[in-house]
């Protein structure tokens, strides 16, 4: 999904406009009627029908998958998912048109059992390496595809393992083509009997600090349900994942900001030149999923 782009070229109109979270009046009518549709909860999330718990602190609010979708599609003009996210995250305050906006996605992917015995022998400086030569040898093809070059410029933060809770967690710096302001991608994963739970919050490289400070309790707020956890995988009926820790940090190089998408530089070129007020938001929502539609699919595939 191509989230990213969409969702930096928003906030960009926004923050040019001077739309804050609380300045709702100043969003076109369409646009408002669909936030205010938006139902945000607290407390505690049921996910998947029993897989996990969510439980949703006072200074964060939680999106189901129907309004997930709705933001990430008709907010952010993605094209609709086979499967749709368990739901989003956002801080108490905001909406998905705050310009200050940043949300946690919320994903399941089903591979396995993963094996963590290799988490405490990983050299993620040698791992770091082989992943940036992977991205700088890929980007031929991007740009023959017509998208930005990527550079994984280094750790925001390096992986941490947790072997007693069976959680992950790392972030990534990412520089998109000639954009002046790099992008940061937080990744959470939280492994679980059959399968990992996915948790990714992209946002400008300087949020760093705010999202580092928010982790531990995201860390904290979700879990799988009993039957579900990692302690009662069953070799003799459990499938086991065909990668490791080390495979589940470089398998997608660039994670969930690869399906934030491109062109983050008209955001920038917004923000520093502020020239842009939103005239018609579907207009420009319409403009961009015709361009989608020339330039095909930019899903992310292990490896990429």
Same mark, same amino acid.
């Given at each position: ?18 739309? %804050? ?8 009518? #369409? ?30 609010? /939680? ?11 008709k907010l952010w003009g993605n094209p609709p998912s086979k499967d749709k996210p368990l739901g989003?995250?956002?801080? !108490?305050?905001?909406?998905? !048109? ?39 040898? #890929?980007?031929?093809?991007? $740009?023959?595809?017509?998208? +930005? ?16 809770? %069976? ?30 739970? #996915?948790?990714? @919050?992209?946002?400008?490289?300087? +949020?760093?600090?705010?999202? %580092?400070? $928010? ?8 879990? /799988?349900? #009993?039957?579900?956890?990692? &302690? ?14 080390? &495979? ?20 920038? !070129?917004?923000? @520093?030149?502020?020239? /842009? ?11 961009f999923k015709k361009l989608f539609n020339r330039k095909g699919s930019n899903q992310v595939t292990?490896?990429?």
């Amino acid at each position: 999904m191509k989230i990213r782009f969409v969702i930096l070229l928003l906030t960009g109109l926004l923050a040019a406009a001077g739309v %804050h979270a609380q300045d709702t009046n100043a969003l076109p009518p #369409e646009l408002l009627k669909t936030l205010n549709s938006l139902k945000y909860q607290q407390g505690q999330i049921d996910l998947r029908n029993g897989l996990a718990t969510l439980n949703v602190p006072k200074d964060f609010n /939680f999106l189901g998958p129907d309004d997930a979708e709705i933001v990430l599609v008709k907010l952010w003009g993605n094209p609709p998912s086979k499967d749709k996210p368990l739901g989003l995250l956002i801080p !108490a305050g905001m909406t998905p !048109a705050s310009s200050n906006a940043w949300v946690v996605t919320i994903e399941y992917t089903e591979d396995g059992y993963v094996k963590d015995n290799d988490a405490s022998k990983i050299d993620y400086d040698k791992l770091l390496k082989q992943m940036q030569q992977r991205v700088a040898d #890929e980007n031929k093809a991007r $740009q023959n595809q017509g998208y +930005q070059t990527v550079t994984l410029v280094g750790w925001a933060e390096p992986p941490h393992y947790d072997a007693a809770t %069976h959680k992950l967690y790392w972030a990534k710096d990412l520089k998109f083509g000639d954009d002046q302001v790099d992008t940061l991608n937080y990744c959470i994963r939280i492994l679980g009997r059959r399968g990992v739970l #996915e948790l990714d @919050a992209v946002s400008a490289l300087g +949020q760093l600090d705010e999202i %580092h400070q $928010q982790a531990p309790d995201i860390l904290g707020m979700v879990d /799988f349900k #009993e039957g579900n956890r990692y &302690a009662d995988f069953d070799p003799k009926v459990d499938k086991v994942a065909k990668y490791g820790i080390a &495979a589940l940090v470089a398998g997608g190089v660039l994670g969930a900001a690869a399906k934030f998408g491109l062109l983050k530089v008209i955001w920038v !070129a917004i923000l @520093a030149a502020k020239k /842009f007020v939103i005239i018609g938001f579907v207009a420009v929502v319409a403009f961009f999923k015709k361009l989608f539609n020339r330039k095909g699919s930019n899903q992310v595939t292990p490896g990429s």
